[in-house]
């Protein structure tokens, strides 16, 4: 009897309440890269590859519970379009509560709030299978597994408006390590790394500056070095990083023309997990400049070009390790949901005598849904 009342009451309960569905969406960018492999004593080769450039599935969605306060969600799967590698690793997921006045509290796994400043400035995100954007040779783009994150609503001010976003993790008693499409970090306590930034927006100027703290971290990246046999022997080290990063852009000419500027500086954070030889790194200073220009009279069409450079310094006597990008692009929009694009780029690894040279061509397609 009691479980037929209960029932019934349940069933009186959904039957009363309204729940709008989940919206589905995501992006397939693929596209075909010519990367020629420069080997040290090996021959060389031409070589083609089909890249999958950070495509990915979702489902997020928003109920209101009140007139100011509202359940939010998301959750984002990657997939590789070229048919390479294993599906589904995870992007950012979260569920949390929106309140119009105080701000949005998630909690899931998140990139942090100093990965999110670069999306303003990185004209090439995502290129050659996520390697020829920033995340090639730059500490501080990371997703992180166990946290809480809060976003404040927009504070208007005069000329603009200013937002403040952090993130705090959990390592959950264990040390950094990598995990299915992030990273995780060291310590039991809520807090033991954490992630801020505050970034200033208005018509003409967005600028923005954020922190991590013992958030881990990809040093001595290679970028889309394509090489079995390079000039520069070891490889990239995961460690736990401070980093300092500040990022600028200013729109002119009607928007049609924008200027891009990042510059950051990391050291490694003593922690549980750091890979063997990153304690041997005194820090890792970077910067990137870059422009976008949509022609006035074909608005279909934009130009770009960026220039980044990461350069790594120890505490020992080892030589510093130097990194270089330069790449240049155009793109046609079809439609806001369709673009094809073209690009060609060079990397320059260096270290004492030894330096390591990548160019890089391709076209590809990205489709929004």
Same mark, same amino acid.
């Given at each position: 009897?009691?479980?037929?009342i209960?029932?019934?009451?349940? $069933?009186?309960?959904?039957?009363?309440?309204?729940?709008?569905?989940p919206?589905?969406?995501g992006?397939?960018?693929?596209?075909?890269?010519?990367?020629?492999? +420069?080997?040290?004593? %090996?021959?060389?080769?031409?070589?083609?590859?089909? @890249?999958?450039?950070s495509?990915?599935?979702?489902?997020?969605?928003?109920?209101?519970?009140?007139? +100011?306060?509202?359940?939010?969600?998301?959750?984002?799967?990657?997939?590789?379009?070229?048919?390479?590698?294993?599906?589904?690793?995870?992007?950012?997921?979260?569920?949390?509560?929106?309140?119009?006045v105080?701000?949005?509290? %998630?909690?899931?796994k998140?990139?942090?709030?100093?990965?999110?400043?670069? =999306?303003?400035?990185?004209?090439?995100?995502n290129?050659?299978?996520?390697?020829?954007?920033?995340?090639?040779?730059?500490?501080?783009?990371?997703?992180?597994?166990?946290?809480?994150v809060?976003?404040?609503?927009?504070?208007?001010?005069?000329?603009?408006?200013?937002?403040?976003n952090? $993130?705090?993790a959990?390592?959950?008693? @264990?040390g950094?390590? =990598?995990?299915?499409?992030g990273?995780?970090?060291?310590?039991g306590?809520? #807090?033991?790394?954490? @992630?801020?930034?505050?970034?200033?927006?208005?018509?003409?100027?967005?600028? #923005?500056i #954020?922190?991590?703290k013992?958030?881990?971290?990809?040093?001595?990246?290679?970028?889309? $070095?394509?090489?079995s046999?390079?000039?520069? =022997?070891?490889?990239?080290?995961?460690?736990?990083?401070?980093t300092? /990063?500040?990022?600028? /852009?200013?729109?002119?000419?009607?928007?049609?023309?924008?200027? %891009?500027?990042?510059?950051? =500086?990391?050291?490694?954070? /003593?922690?549980?997990?750091?890979?063997?030889g990153?304690?041997?790194i005194?820090?890792?200073?970077g910067? $990137?400049?870059?422009?976008?220009? !949509?022609?006035? !009279?074909?608005?279909?069409w934009?130009?770009k070009?960026?220039?980044?450079?990461?350069?790594?310094?120890?505490k020992?006597?080892?030589?510093?390790?130097?990194?270089?990008?330069?790449?240049?692009?155009?793109?046609?929009? *079809?439609?806001?949901?369709?673009r094809?694009?073209?690009?060609a780029g060079y990397?320059?690894?260096?270290?004492?005598?030894?330096k390591?040279?990548?160019?890089?061509g391709?076209? #590809?397609?990205? *489709?929004? *849904?």
């Amino acid at each position: 009897m009691k479980t037929k009342i209960a029932l019934a009451f349940a $069933l009186s309960f959904f039957a009363g309440t309204s729940f709008a569905a989940p919206t589905l969406y995501g992006e397939i960018d693929t596209s075909l890269d010519y990367l020629p492999e +420069r080997n040290a004593t %090996k021959s060389d080769s031409d070589v083609w590859e089909l @890249s999958s450039n950070s495509s990915y599935l979702g489902i997020k969605g928003e109920e209101k519970l009140t007139e +100011r306060l509202s359940v939010v969600y998301l959750a984002e799967w990657a997939f590789n379009a070229d048919g390479d590698g294993t599906d589904w690793a995870q992007r950012n997921r979260f569920v949390g509560l929106k309140d119009n006045v105080f701000g949005t509290l %998630k909690i899931g796994k998140h990139d942090t709030p100093v990965k999110q400043l670069s =999306s303003v400035v990185d004209t090439f995100n995502n290129y050659v299978a996520n390697k020829a954007d920033i995340t090639g040779i730059f500490t501080g783009e990371n997703r992180v597994d166990n946290v809480v994150v809060y976003e404040s609503p927009a504070l208007n001010l005069p000329n603009g408006q200013i937002k403040i976003n952090a $993130l705090l993790a959990t390592g959950e008693g @264990s040390g950094i390590k =990598s995990s299915s499409g992030g990273v995780k970090a060291a310590g039991g306590g809520l #807090g033991d790394a954490w @992630s801020a930034s505050a970034v200033y927006d208005n018509k003409i100027v967005v600028a #923005g500056i #954020g922190y991590d703290k013992a958030i881990p971290s990809t040093f001595l990246g290679r970028g889309f $070095l394509n090489a079995s046999e390079p000039e520069i =022997s070891g490889g990239s080290l995961l460690a736990a990083a401070n980093t300092i /990063r500040a990022i600028g /852009r200013i729109n002119l000419l009607d928007n049609n023309l924008a200027l %891009k500027a990042l510059y950051q =500086s990391s050291e490694v954070e /003593r922690v549980a997990g750091n890979a063997v030889g990153s304690e041997k790194i005194d820090d890792a200073n970077g910067w $990137l400049i870059g422009a976008e220009y !949509n022609f006035p !009279n074909a608005k279909n069409w934009t130009v770009k070009g960026q220039y980044s450079q990461n350069n790594t310094s120890f505490k020992t006597n080892v030589s510093d390790f130097e990194a270089e990008q330069i790449i240049a692009g155009l793109d046609y929009a *079809f439609s806001k949901q369709l673009r094809t694009y073209g690009y060609a780029g060079y990397l320059t690894l260096e270290q004492a005598d030894k330096k390591d040279k990548q160019p890089v061509g391709g076209i #590809g397609l990205e *489709f929004k *849904f």
